[in-house]
């Protein structure tokens, strides 16, 4: 890497032979590190980069009136203010977020004199994004970095750099430029999936088949708390007797990343057992392939199985189908996997699938984007810099303004895995650990419950699941939390002072049945705990209100938060007993209220249909 004093004489020497030839001035500057982040605590380097290996680099533009775009996104989604309900369109959204034509010009002019062309750029529909494929050496080059392999103990690997630098004219006009530093990995080993080891009785499944053509079944009737079924799950959150009226207007979303996809074959075996008469939409469900993105429906191979592959795609499919039938399904399913592996001469290195999957989103057209997304798959906060998760952030908020409700999962370690709770900024200092996207304050966070009369917490102690809760070291308290959270601060009593950040984001906000979930994968019974079993248990309840909404000609709930935290809240069944178990501690306990383990509790779908309808103008 140059120095900055023979960068400055070369950019100097190089400006001056323009004036000599009398060409344009153009805007050179040395060059300044713009973001340096740790290198996560599991993540040791391999070695050097391949200078040959390409990066699909994704640079993220400073948005020209994102405040502005977050008063709309407020206004719209507080059912107080009289503009509720009135949704932006696509066209509206991306003139508020689009970059400054300065900015545009300025990054354009940096990469062209660096020996991009304008050919190999791509831009996102706002022009906030601009992707361009480049090998390492290059990159390097353009960032003023060097780039290394690192892996993890479980066999991962990825291309990053620690800190990259820019000219410092343009550290104003960009936000994050990615994969760099970011060791964001939603494998499936992070995907809030945790297979149940123990053997499970066959006879408790044929009971659970022959429940499934019943709608006047008491919950009891209906529940077996160590073989959940979409018969229990329908009862329990009272949709088992209404029929969707909007299918084909009204559409759900689900997220498959890193090799999961959603296997036809499995799901009709599923609805053929668990939801009478759906089995048809096993071959209904459409894909949207997302950076090359796994459609595959051939049997796993050896490998594939030892991995659990598509248990996390088959959990979301038939959970979100057995509640939500004949509502279509839309599955994302999203490449950049498999990580980088050095031995492999992988030509890309695309491993950022949350920024795929968001451009590829934000590009949809109002008739083809689902009202409903539910997304079970996140990691540490602190493996991410700030910049890439409020930059992914806000892209949340440009869907959540267009009136789409995005629910995630608020992990399956509570408070943080037991042996992990440490920071990553080099003092090794003993906290929580606080999971990503989930403690975006733009999305609905979904925690976990189990068993029935009463639900509580979900933990689990055969695997370690702990119904994942806390603060976000990042994000701020939002307005919406403020008259709530802090009485549920104030209620522990000191107790974990200086383990969390008492003014950040609170999660989860809701909660949904977590625990033992019957699932076909491989053509058999799997049973799974995760708050990727309760995300899309809510996420389809929700669904089924903008359903009765649009039925009822009304829009959509949207970004759901501030009308759950100033109304909604008491539409939902209150969880009081268990608490989000980690980090060798008992974790943020459940209580009366809102709180940092369950949120507002489960929904109660008759409850939530009626006061979304009242809230509307």
Not at 193 to 200: A, E, F, G, Q, R
């Amino acid at each position: 890497m140059l120095s900055t004093i023979a960068r400055s004489l070369v950019l100097t020497l190089a400006i001056g032979a323009g004036i000599a030839v009398g060409s344009p001035i153009k805007v050179r500057t040395p060059y300044a590190v713009k973001e340096s982040h740790p290198v996560p605590a599991k993540w040791s380097r391999v070695g050097p980069a391949p200078a040959d290996h390409v990066i699909n680099l994704s640079i993220g533009l400073k948005s020209s009136q994102f405040d502005e775009l977050e008063r709309h996104l407020y206004e719209v989604s507080n059912p107080a203010h009289h503009r509720y309900g009135q949704h932006l369109s696509q066209d509206e959204v991306n003139e508020l977020v689009k970059p400054t034509n300065d900015a545009l010009d300025l990054v354009s002019e940096w990469l062209i004199d660096n020996g991009v062309t304008s050919g190999q750029l791509q831009y996102s529909p706002a022009k906030d994004w601009i992707m361009v494929s480049l090998p390492v050496n290059e990159v390097e080059r353009l960032l003023d970095t060097e780039y290394s392999v690192y892996g993890t103990q479980e066999g991962s690997y990825l291309v990053r750099t620690p800190e990259w630098s820019l000219p410092k004219h343009l550290h104003n006009h960009i936000d994050v430029i990615q994969p760099t530093n970011s060791f964001f990995s939603p494998t499936p080993l992070h995907s809030n999936v945790m297979p149940y080891k123990n053997s499970l009785d066959m006879a408790t499944v044929a009971a659970m088949t022959q429940l499934s053509a019943s709608t006047d079944l008491t919950v009891a009737q209906a529940c077996n708390v160590t073989a959940v079924t979409p018969t229990c799950l329908r009862t329990l959150y009272r949709t088992i007797n209404y029929t969707p009226q909007m299918a084909g207007q009204n559409r759900i979303g689900l997220n498959d990343f890193l090799g999961e996809t959603n296997n036809r074959s499995d799901v009709h075996i599923f609805l053929e057992m668990f939801r009478n008469g759906a089995a048809a939409a096993s071959s209904e469900f459409i894909f949207e392939v997302v950076n090359g993105g796994s459609t595959q429906q051939t049997p796993d191979n050896a490998t594939q199985l030892d991995a659990g592959t598509d248990l996390e795609g088959n959990l979301d499919a038939e959970t979100i189908i057995g509640i939500t039938y004949p509502t279509p399904l839309t599955c994302f399913t999203v490449g950049g996997s498999p990580p980088f592996k050095p031995d492999l001469l992988t030509p890309t290195d695309t491993n950022e699938p949350y920024l795929a999957w968001l451009n590829f989103v934000l590009a949809m057209t109002a008739n083809n984007l689902p009202q409903t997304i539910s997304t079970s798959y996140g990691d540490d906060e602190q493996t991410v810099p700030p910049s890439f998760a409020a930059k992914v952030c806000s892209g949340f908020a440009q869907l959540g303004a267009r009136g789409v409700t995005l629910l995630f999962a608020s992990g399956d370690n509570g408070v943080g895995a037991d042996g992990d709770c440490r920071s990553n900024d080099g003092k090794n200092t003993r906290m929580f650990l606080p999971s990503f996207p989930a403690s975006c304050p733009y999305v609905t966070t979904v925690g976990a419950t189990k068993n029935v009369n009463p639900e509580v917490t979900a933990f689990d102690a055969s695997n370690n699941f702990s119904s994942g809760g806390g603060f976000s070291n990042y994000f701020a308290r939002p307005s919406y939390q403020d008259p709530i959270v802090p009485s549920y601060i104030a209620s522990l009593g000191g107790e974990y002072n200086g383990l969390y950040n008492q003014s950040g984001r609170g999660y989860p906000d809701i909660a949904a049945q977590g625990y033992r979930f019957l699932t076909i994968w491989n053509g058999t019974i799997a049973v799974l705990d995760g708050t990727s079993a309760a995300t899309p248990t809510a996420a389809s309840v929700i669904s089924l209100v903008n359903d009765a909404l649009m039925a009822a000609g009304k829009p959509t709930l949207g970004f759901l938060n501030p009308l759950l935290y100033s109304l909604l809240y008491e539409s939902f069944n209150d969880i009081t007993s268990g608490s989000s178990i980690g980090c060798n501690t008992a974790g943020f306990p459940a209580k009366t209220g809102w709180d940092a383990a369950t949120g507002f509790g489960t929904p109660d779908f008759i409850k939530i249909k009626g006061a979304a309808l009242n809230a509307q103008p």
